[in-house]
């Protein structure tokens, strides 16, 4: 790709850490003005620094994605800033892991809060600059979404209602000229992943160390993921390149996933 996204406004919750910065810096690097929401001020100064090193500075707003206002917060100032917004990546939540008996109802409110109504109300307020900018709205879901599992069941239900509601908007995409489509990251090399493996370890009674090589030895996979393989292929369905590709979820996974989809 060369440049292809100069002079496009791309809006990344969730931008500060993980696979939401490398999707940021992927799009910095194709020539794209990047917008970085998050919660954690430091963090996101953080990341503007490693962003701004390859593209331009990047927009940087320290919001509760898990509130309206919030998510209010991110639109007016993107309005305010750019009046535009051409590709919104829904990649903010980080749902608890645990054993399902002893998690108390705050990891199941706060999980739907920031990745799931987070995601809807973000879609909701920017979908009039999409349409008029005839963009794209990419959400980072997860496996759980197809592969639920007893030490993961917050994460499963939030992934599997994210995706639905992607998969629901794709008519509407159609009417607007709006592109939609969603990835499914497995195991990616990031802190979040470490902090599953934790609460995976404690529900467990084992090691991380064990829970760590018992999940790659149950997936069979050849390596971890790295955040910078889901950046890639966020930036490749943006492209005019995947404008075909439309209402979609997309494993990215190293083969981990089992089934036939």
Same mark, same amino acid.
């Given at each position: 790709?060369?440049?292809?996204?100069?002079g496009k406004i791309?809006?990344?919750s969730?931008?500060?850490r993980?696979?939401?910065?490398s999707i940021?810096?992927?799009?910095?690097r194709?020539?794209?003005?990047?917008v970085l929401?998050a919660s954690?001020?430091?963090?996101?100064?953080?990341?503007?620094?490693?962003?701004a090193?390859?593209g331009?500075?990047?927009?940087?707003?320290?919001a509760?994605?898990?509130?309206l206002?919030?998510?209010?917060?991110v639109?007016?100032?993107?309005?305010?800033?750019?009046?535009?917004?051409?590709?919104?990546?829904?990649?903010?939540?980080?749902? %608890?892991?645990?054993k399902f008996?002893?998690?108390?109802?705050d990891?199941?409110?706060?999980?739907f809060?920031? %990745?799931?109504?987070?995601?809807v109300r973000l879609t %909701?307020?920017?979908?009039?600059?999409?349409k008029?900018a005839?963009g794209?709205i990419v959400?980072i879901?997860g496996?759980?979404?197809r592969?639920?599992g007893?030490?993961? $069941?917050v994460?499963?239900?939030?992934n599997?209602?994210?995706?639905n509601?992607?998969k629901? $908007?794709t008519?509407?995409?159609?009417?607007?000229?709006?592109?939609i489509?969603?990835?499914?990251?497995?195991?990616?090399?990031t802190d979040?992943?470490?902090?599953?493996?934790?609460?995976?370890?404690?529900?467990?009674?084992?090691t991380?160390?064990?829970?760590?090589?018992?999940?790659?030895? %149950?997936?069979g996979?050849?390596?971890i993921?790295?955040?910078?393989d889901?950046?890639?292929?966020?930036?490749?369905?943006?492209?005019?390149?995947?404008?075909?590709?439309?209402?979609?979820?997309?494993a990215?996974d190293?083969?981990?996933?089992?089934?036939y989809y």
């Amino acid at each position: 790709m060369t440049k292809e996204f100069a002079g496009k406004i791309v809006v990344v919750s969730g931008g500060s850490r993980g696979i939401g910065r490398s999707i940021a810096l992927a799009f910095a690097r194709e020539g794209a003005q990047t917008v970085l929401a998050a919660s954690n001020a430091a963090n996101l100064a953080d990341a503007a620094k490693q962003v701004a090193a390859v593209g331009a500075e990047p927009a940087m707003i320290a919001a509760d994605l898990r509130t309206l206002a919030g998510c209010e917060q991110v639109f007016a100032a993107v309005g305010q800033k750019f009046g535009r917004c051409d590709v919104l990546i829904n990649n903010a939540g980080a749902t %608890k892991g645990g054993k399902f008996l002893e998690q108390g109802d705050d990891a199941w409110t706060d999980g739907f809060a920031l %990745k799931f109504f987070g995601a809807v109300r973000l879609t %909701k307020l920017f979908w009039p600059l999409l349409k008029t900018a005839h963009g794209n709205i990419v959400f980072i879901v997860g496996g759980a979404a197809r592969t639920p599992g007893p030490d993961f $069941l917050v994460g499963g239900a939030v992934n599997a209602a994210t995706a639905n509601f992607a998969k629901g $908007l794709t008519a509407l995409g159609n009417r607007d000229d709006i592109n939609i489509n969603v990835v499914h990251p497995g195991q990616t090399q990031t802190d979040r992943v470490e902090q599953l493996f934790a609460q995976f370890a404690k529900a467990q009674n084992k090691t991380v160390e064990q829970v760590r090589e018992e999940s790659l030895v %149950k997936s069979g996979l050849r390596r971890i993921g790295q955040p910078e393989d889901v950046a890639e292929l966020a930036l490749f369905l943006c492209s005019a390149r995947a404008r075909h590709i439309h209402g979609t979820a997309i494993a990215i996974d190293g083969g981990g996933t089992p089934g036939y989809y």
